[in-house]
């Protein structure tokens, strides 16, 4: 499995078996962070279908795992539904911010939604969160405002591949590549 691992712990794709390590991250978020990714109120009863929802169908969940096995951070890809784009969202725990971790996991995330052929992303939060929207804007986003609402679009289609390349192992050519963290 891809990994890149730093003095923080690695970042790398939950597996089906690890949804608690997932909710419980959620969980230790503070009221503040919930807010802001939830988008609302997110008592734990909401965190824990939700988190479940997670692993239950399509979602690609991405973490930051420390040296005790616990998650930290994470970085979610929910593929397109009908004509909406992908869906991503992000959380890092209170103190571990400013140390890069998002930027690390939207970098991941983008790069499995390269791999799974989207070429469009959105992110969303509340009007008010300077810190996601100038996350987002480091990787290309542009916002527009909606009712209390920052709705962040990105276009990640992958570059085109080199003459000569033999298709068939186009997925693993642009599958994450969690290089030097
Ligand atoms: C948004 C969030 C995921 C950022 O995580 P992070 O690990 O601290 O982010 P990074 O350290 O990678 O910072 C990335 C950029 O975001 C910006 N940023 C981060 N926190 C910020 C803040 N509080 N205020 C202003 N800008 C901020 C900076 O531009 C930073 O880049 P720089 O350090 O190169 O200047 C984190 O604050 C969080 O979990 N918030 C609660 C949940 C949430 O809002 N999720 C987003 C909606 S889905």
């Given at each position: 499995m891809a990994r890149a691992s730093s003095a923080l712990g690695t970042i790398r794709e939950l597996s089906d078996l690890e949804q608690q390590l997932h909710r419980e991250h959620l969980i230790r978020l503070d009221p503040e962070g919930r807010r802001d990714r939830f988008n609302g109120i997110a008592d734990d009863t909401f965190i824990t279908h939700y988190s479940a929802r997670c692993f239950a169908g399509v979602t690609r969940v991405f973490a930051l795992v420390d040296h005790d096995g616990h998650v930290r951070g994470t970085g979610e890809l929910h593929p397109p539904e009908g004509d909406e784009p992908a869906d991503i969202a992000f959380s890092v725990e209170p103190q571990l911010r400013r140390r890069g971790i998002a930027s690390k996991l939207f970098e991941t995330v983008i790069a499995a939604a390269r791999a799974e052929g989207f070429d469009q992303l959105r992110i969303t939060s509340s009007s008010d969160n300077q810190a996601m929207r100038a996350l987002a804007r480091k990787f290309g986003a542009s916002f527009a405002f909606s009712y209390g609402e920052a709705i962040g679009t990105l276009m990640v289609a992958a570059p085109p591949l080199a003459?000569?390349?033999?298709?068939?192992?186009l997925r693993q050519a642009r599958a994450p590549a969690f290089a030097g963290w």
């Open positions: 003459a000569g390349h033999d298709g068939k192992t």
